[in-house]
């Protein structure tokens, strides 16, 4: 039985070259027509990693194909359904490129772009069918089917794949390998404290820093909805795992009404856990207190960063937002939740909360967290220029008839240089006044050869960007290593100003 069926299957799939696939997540449908070729009922097929139905295989790799051979006037037909991946295998990599390049060679001068394939932004993709219907309206029995139990996964296999997927989808979404942003600051808030203290509250911090990261979370979803509503990430060509957002709406994985929702949620998150700290250190959600204005600011600047009214990123004042967001704000609140934890519940006679210490300590994380994005606003400059968003890297990167990087590379080296030399006084400070500061924390200083590496790559970028046959299509992609190395310079300097006022604590 099964082999007059596959004979009629395999007469289509071999007639035809190209078809329709649908991909969908989270009712976010997509469908596009690609060249194919097919390997028995297997079908490959070439396209973009960071092409929507690829972002979607991704996520939900369970599509749906028509085939339908050119001639047969919508009569005759093959409707599949079956799991898309991407292939990793080198041999079967090498397979598929032959196969559709014998079908098509469209796609041929991608396929052999050395940058493109080092930048895994190419791929190609099999299709195992699970059912396959053939249509024929000229005949008898016009449908018939096709089951292929050995490609469908079992029971366990799909739940447990579906829900490692959705938390997958959901740590993109709010870029969560960007919390080390929240995690350094509030460290440092609480690291200063011990030091100012010499006790520490766990249950405090944790609540803290949870409500810190929800509210990061909130400003990250707010901000790619704010762009997408500016059609600013559509713009951006130039893209990356650093900028350009996570992407989420421009692949087809989040609607935009749901991005907007769950950044609300986020911020909702944030403001309950900030009232019912407010609550056990002052009686009341709404008791006025320092913990509630920082709360207030908190809020206030991740939805205005991007959000209307203000748009502060648009406006020149991103970058000053996110200074004092992830700097003073969170390391403040952070200190001060601690202080007045200690004078609530009686650990500590009353006295008042000397907010110098760990405002001086939040200065180096302020600047290197404006830095990340002043770094990564090299890549989303034409973008940014094209929808009227004058972020500090337009207003001095501005020019005819290319960008000029010089200006605000040389701001990013004096930025970097004035972090460590900050850094360096103020480890300065903790040998004179023991009270204000530690020399511990000169440990700090390491990162440095970190900074240094990046400025050099920097300069050898801007050298090849400043020539005049330079391929300024793909030279923003090798910044990147630039960008890795700004993120990674302000973690360890946040983490390792907190490993200096503990040190200075114990020792």
Request: neutral net charge.
């Amino acid at each position: 039985m099964n082999d007059v069926i596959d004979e009629k299957i395999l007469s289509l799939l071999n007639e035809a070259n190209f078809l329709t696939l649908g991909t969908s997540v989270g009712g976010n449908a997509s469908a596009a027509n690609v060249f194919f070729a097919n390997d028995s009922f297997d079908l490959y097929f070439f396209t973009f990693n960071p092409s929507r139905k690829a972002e979607q295989i991704r996520v939900n790799p369970n599509v749906q194909c028509v085939v339908r051979p050119d001639g047969c006037e919508g009569i005759k037909e093959l409707q599949i359904e079956g799991r898309a991946t991407q292939i990793k295998d080198e041999a079967e990599i090498e397979k598929a490129y032959g196969m559709i390049c014998k079908v098509t060679e469209a796609f041929k001068p991608y396929m052999n772009d050395e940058f493109l394939k080092k930048n895994k932004v190419i791929g190609y993709y099999k299709i195992k069918p699970t059912v396959i219907k053939y249509v024929d309206f000229y005949s008898e029995k016009q449908f018939e089917w096709r089951e292929f139990p050995e490609n469908r996964l079992s029971l366990s296999s799909s739940i447990i794949k579906g829900a490692l997927s959705k938390v997958g989808l959901y740590l993109r979404a709010v870029r969560a390998p960007f919390f080390t942003a929240t995690i350094a600051p509030v460290a440092l808030g609480g690291a200063v404290a011990f030091f100012n203290y010499g006790m520490f509250n766990w249950n405090l911090f944790w609540l803290s820093l949870l409500g810190a990261i929800l509210a990061h979370a909130g400003t990250n979803l707010a901000n790619d909805y704010s762009d997408h509503m500016t059609r600013n990430d559509e713009s951006n060509k130039l893209f990356s795992p650093f900028n350009g957002g996570s992407r989420s709406i421009q692949a087809g994985l989040f609607s935009p009404t749901k991005v907007f929702v769950l950044a609300v949620g986020m911020f909702l998150g944030a403001i309950t856990i900030g009232l019912n700290l407010n609550t056990t250190l002052h009686g009341a959600p709404f008791a006025l207190s320092p913990l509630l204005w920082f709360g207030i600011a908190g809020v206030a600047l991740g939805v205005f960063y991007t959000g209307a009214p203000l748009r502060l990123s648009y406006n020149g004042f991103g970058d000053i937002a996110v200074m004092l967001g992830f700097g003073p704000v969170m390391a403040l609140g952070t200190h001060y939740v601690q202080y007045q934890s200690f004078q609530t519940f009686g650990a500590l006679p009353a006295l008042e909360w000397n907010f110098l210490p760990i405002l001086a300590a939040s200065v180096p994380v302020a600047v290197m967290v404006a830095l990340i994005l002043f770094i990564n606003g090299f890549q989303d400059f034409n973008a940014d220029r094209e929808v009227g968003k004058r972020t500090w890297i337009v207003r001095t990167a501005d020019g005819e008839p290319v960008a000029n990087y010089a200006r605000p590379f040389a701001i990013y080296k004096g930025a970097l240089y004035f972090t460590f030399l900050y850094v360096l006084a103020l480890g300065i400070a903790g040998a004179v006044n023991s009270d204000f500061s530690t020399p511990w924390i000169l440990v700090a200083m390491l990162p440095f050869l970190l900074a240094r590496k990046a400025m050099t790559m920097g300069a050898d970028w801007l050298k090849r960007w400043s020539d005049e046959n330079a391929d300024r299509e793909k030279l923003p992609y090798e910044l990147l290593m630039v960008n890795v190395s700004t993120i990674g310079t302000h973690f360890s300097v946040g983490i390792l100003m907190v490993v200096g006022y503990w040190l200075g604590t114990i020792l």
